[in-house]
């Protein structure tokens, strides 16, 4: 069973300019969540989709968006990049079958590690 | 409201001795625990979860947890560090208050010492 996708692995942008991160989940996970990870700050939670909704959103501006796709498969997108954003991005899927299911557990793609000049 | 703390963001150990790495919670709901690894660029991996079913809770690679609500603790152990172990480790709890959200702790970065 192959595990969660994330493209590109590696990047660099410059100031100003925009991104757009990739992920796809396990096959029959229809929860798709995206997490921020720097030195600084740990682990912050960007937001979750689930069946192409958007059902939370973490505390970030809204240069941060995404979306996802009939097939599960989640995008995200950063516009006007900031030095800040440099940071892994990790995506992350779960079976999530109802609202109250915080004990399905997250499997995590391998990141996507942004660099920002 | 739910909260995660890791009370050592650096634990060293020499191989072959336990591990300990301490975690507590917060939580108005029952929660679920989980405890995640994270190698050096990689993604995380579950090392193990709680959802009631029973106290202490094993984990792969040898590593268990207890949950001990008197004390509103989960943390973890393992009986004898390998060198593979050196890694970050994140806490994690997750309630069923009807909103699907998990809370991170700010992990502990555990080092192996030979």
Request: a positive charge; one cysteine or more; glycine letters at 10%.
């Amino acid at each position: 069973k192959a595990g969660v996708t994330q493209t590109p692995r590696y990047l660099i942008k410059t100031r100003g300019q925009q991104v757009t991160l990739s992920c796809s989940p396990i096959s029959g996970h229809r929860s798709v969540s995206w997490y921020q990870q720097t030195p600084g700050q740990g682990l912050q939670f960007l937001f979750e989709y689930f069946s192409e909704t958007q059902r939370n959103k973490g505390n970030f501006p809204g240069r941060f968006s995404g979306r996802q796709f009939s097939n599960s498969r989640s995008e995200m997108n950063v516009s006007t990049l900031e030095l800040g954003d440099s940071a892994l991005y990790l995506c992350a899927s779960s079976l999530l079958t109802g609202a109250s299911s915080g004990a399905n557990v997250l499997t995590f793609g391998a990141g996507s590690r942004l660099t920002v000049l | 409201a739910q909260s995660v703390t890791q009370l050592d963001s650096h634990v060293s150990v020499s191989e072959g001795t336990p591990v300990l790495l301490r975690c507590n919670y917060s939580s108005s709901y029952s929660p679920s625990l989980f405890w995640y690894v994270q190698h050096p660029n990689k993604g995380l991996q579950l090392l193990l979860k709680y959802t009631s079913a029973a106290t202490l809770v094993k984990g792969i690679n040898g590593f268990e947890a207890e949950f001990k609500k008197s004390e509103t603790s989960f943390h973890l152990t393992k009986p004898s560090a390998h060198m593979s172990d050196a890694a970050e480790y994140f806490c994690v709890v997750s309630g069923t208050s009807g909103t699907y959200k998990y809370i991170f702790g700010t992990g502990t970065r555990l080092k192996v010492l030979a």
